[in-house]
């Protein structure tokens, strides 16, 4: 099986946002986050996906894991002080559902300009 670890912990500093992170944004009546998701929700190959995330957007993240019917992620976790970190704890967060000969993509969630050809490429990539 292949899931997704997406990363959801940027402030959005250089936006200049400093009340909604970067990730939240809405952009034609959606958050950038979501967009990014959906692509993996509708991957035929992905069987789920964990969003790592700022411990204080986690009710939120939530909210829109409810609201928009992303019922591939599993989870929804704390990022780490570092990127290196925040990839452990998503890692970690499969600990138990993943198999060893599993495929775990990583991906930015602030990055939606991607497509089911490019996913499937990376699982292809790894396998």
């Known amino acids: ?11 959005g500093s250089r936006m200049k946002s400093p009340d909604l992170p970067k990730q939240f944004i ?3 009546g959606k958050p950038i986050i979501v967009y ?3 692509h ?3 991957h035929k190959d992905i069987k789920g996906i ?3 995330c700022l411990e204080q957007w986690i009710p ?3 909210k829109l894991v409810a609201q928009f019917e992303l019922c591939k992620v599993l989870k929804v976790v ?4 570092t990127g290196q970190e925040s990839i452990y704890k998503g890692l970690c ?4 559902i993943a198999q060893p000969d599993d495929v775990v993509l990583l991906h930015d969630g602030v990055r939606p300009i991607i497509d089911a050809e490019l996913i499937s490429n990376n699982i292809n990539s790894v396998k």
């Open 50 to 52: 964990v969003v790592v």
């Open 1 to 11: 099986m292949n899931y997704a670890i997406v990363f959801a912990g940027g402030v």
């Open 60 to 62: 939120h993240m939530l």
């Open 93 to 96: 967060a499969l600990e138990g």
């Open 26 to 28: 809405e952009v034609n």
């Open 40 to 42: 993996f929700q509708k």
């Open 78 to 81: 704390k990022g780490g002080s």
């Open 36 to 38: 990014t998701l959906e």
